[in-house]
């Protein structure tokens, strides 16, 4: 059985950066075909995906986030990790991490999701 677990903090300040990370069990982050995501649901908004890790390691971020985040692995550990820099109180949001990706549109495993607060 695959599971994602995210951990980060919950509040973070304006302007900072926000750091989460995805421990991955029951699977390899490295294992063929499989892209690993970040997806963020802010309060009363739909799911938004944020970007992904390929299986070779090559982040694809979100078109509209590019800028402003770096999505990385650390392979010893089995996790992938999130940073959004320069945030702002609309980055206010529910952050889950998953294994699949828009071009496959099949996301088939899920966090649990991890609440995020950009406040000061």
């Known amino acids: 059985q695959v599971q994602l677990q995210e951990s980060g903090p919950g509040l973070v300040k304006p302007s900072q950066t926000l750091s989460l990370a995805c421990n991955v069990s029951?699977?390899?982050?490295?294992?063929?075909?499989?892209?690993w995501s970040w997806i963020r649901q802010p309060p009363g908004k739909g799911l938004e995906w944020m970007g992904a890790?390929?299986?070779?390691?090559?982040?694809f971020p979100s078109p509209s986030l590019k800028s402003r985040t770096s999505i990385s692995w650390d392979t010893a550990k089995n996790q992938f990790a999130l940073q959004l820099f320069s945030v702002t109180p609309e980055d206010t949001a529910t952050y889950y991490c998953?294994?699949?990706?828009?071009?496959?549109?099949?996301?088939?495993?899920w966090g649990q999701g991890t609440q995020v607060t950009v406040s000061s």
């Open positions: 890790i390929g299986y070779s390691g090559t982040p």
């Open positions: 029951g699977a390899f982050i490295t294992s063929s075909y499989y892209f």
């Open positions: 998953a294994r699949g990706s828009p071009n496959t549109g099949n996301f088939d495993y």
